[in-house]
């Protein structure tokens, strides 16, 4: 198989950080989400994000993105609110993560697998004023913004599904084509830790941040918009989020999403959809040679 690895490697990263090295001031303009503007102006009908048979083209993600912020907008959700998304590898993803990032909100991953009361500790810790969750795990998303308004006297968050019908919402919203005017040092995203000595702590991203590093992955591997990124690490993790989906977007190569790793169905995935880059947490002493 004849595919760029990509492999969680310390030292190779470090060499990695004078690729396209820009100083750019924290007050100047700056929005994540505009990454995909120039490939969806370049490759309006080139496949973005793809799932098996579903398919977003750029032109599809620029709009329903739009579609997205306008639904915040009229929910009064606006610049530096915070929303939180608990989603798998699926196409709703990257259409609640740029629209709010569009609308200038602040986008708080969550690991889909986690149970009510970590959810009510991330949402009432983040401040999250609304939260897109997938219907497989809206249930345990509804009580834990219960648990938390509960324990804080707050209003609920309110719970958007990830369902069949949440198309149907965003084709009947308006939407909002403007980009919000955000800095390279606004907050775009936070990201938990794992907590594993206690609490999770959130972890405030800037869209300098992130649009550096999505860089950074994109001058070392030379991605280009004839790749074909695999798309099996999770989304809401820094890793996923930047070596795969903004890497992806930002220079109009296509993403191929698998929801839950499976040996199998990666290998077919990676046949069938002529994977060009394999994204993978390497094993102490494993080089990226020995693996292809």
């Known amino acids: 198989m004849n595919a760029k690895l990509l492999i969680s490697n310390v030292s190779r990263l470090q060499r990695s950080l004078a690729v396209n090295e820009v100083v750019v001031a924290p007050n100047e303009p700056m929005n994540l989400a505009s990454i995909w503007t120039s490939s969806a102006e370049k490759f309006p009908d080139r496949t973005a994000i793809k799932m098996d048979d579903v398919e977003l083209s750029y032109t599809d993600l620029d709009q329903l993105s739009q579609k997205l912020a306008g639904l915040l907008a009229a929910k009064g959700v606006g610049c530096g609110d915070r929303i939180a998304l608990i989603c798998p590898n699926l196409p709703y993803m990257p259409v609640v993560f740029y629209g709010a990032l569009r609308a200038g909100a602040i986008v708080v991953p969550m690991n889909p697998l986690l149970k009510s009361r970590e959810v009510a500790f991330h949402l009432e810790n983040s401040g999250a004023s609304i939260a897109f969750a997938w219907e497989g795990v809206v249930e345990e998303v509804q009580a834990g913004a219960a648990r938390a308004a509960d324990e804080s006297g707050h209003t609920p968050v309110e719970v958007v599904p990830l369902d069949g019908n949440f198309m149907t919402l ?22 938990y830790t794992s907590g594993t000595t206690g609490n999770p702590k959130g972890a405030e991203l800037t869209h300098d941040n992130l649009l550096s590093n999505c860089d950074v ?73 020995f693996l292809v």
């Not at 084709?171 to 995203?189: K, N, S």
């Not at 993790?237 to 199998?264: E, K, M, Q, V």
């Open 217 to 289: 992955s994109v001058g070392m591997f030379k991605i280009n918009e004839n790749d074909v990124i695999f798309g099996g690490l999770p989304l809401f993790h820094i890793f996923g989020l930047t070596c795969g989906l903004n890497a992806a977007i930002r220079t109009g190569s296509s993403l191929t999403l698998l929801p839950r790793f499976d040996p199998a169905k990666a290998l077919e995935i990676i046949e069938r959809d002529k994977v060009t880059i394999f994204m993978g947490v390497n094993r102490p002493g494993v080089s990226g040679d």
């Open 170 to 191: 965003l084709d009947a919203t308006e939407a909002l084509p403007a980009m919000a005017d955000t800095t390279a040092g606004d907050t775009a995203v936070v990201l």
